[in-house]
Nanobody, 118 residues
Framework: QVQLVESGGGLVQAGGSLRLTCEASGEILARDVMGWYRQVPGKLRELVADITPGGPNYGGAVKGRFTVSKDNAKNTLYLQMDSLRPEDTAVYYC?????????????WGQGTQVTVSS
């Protein structure tokens, strides 16, 4: 079982920066995929960025502005968000896809609100 706790959200002006943190309890393996998603009311949850065994992936809207990183020793995932825009306003969720033979299990955090004012 994996539990995820996000922190670091808040209110920031356009052009500013925030750093989100996702702390995972339970066993996280190198093959597991950890990532950040975001959702606004009335829209589907979308990928922001994740880290797979092959490296990081970014959603098109954040590429070049956001950086995802992971501290394996601490089971912690980070999202550095720079050059924030009002359209980045959303609830940001941490997600883990964990392969525990013979199947995958998906875990979500409770979310953290990010609000970018113009």
């Amino acid at each position: 079982q994996v539990q995820l706790v996000e922190s670091g959200g808040g209110l920031v002006q356009a052009g500013g920066s925030l750093r989100l943190t996702c702390e995972a309890s339970g066993e996280i393996l190198a093959r597991d995929v950890m990532g950040w998603y975001r959702q606004v009311p009335g829209k589907l949850r979308e990928l922001v960025a994740d880290i797979t065994p092959g490296g990081p992936n970014y959603g098109g809207a954040v590429k070049g502005r956001f950086t995802v990183s992971k501290d394996n020793a601490k089971n912690t995932l980070y999202l550095q968000m720079d050059s924030l825009r009002p359209e980045d306003t959303a609830v940001y969720y941490c997600k883990v896809d964990a392969f525990r033979s013979p199947s995958w299990a998906t875990y979500w955090g409770q979310g953290t609100q990010v609000t970018v004012s113009s």
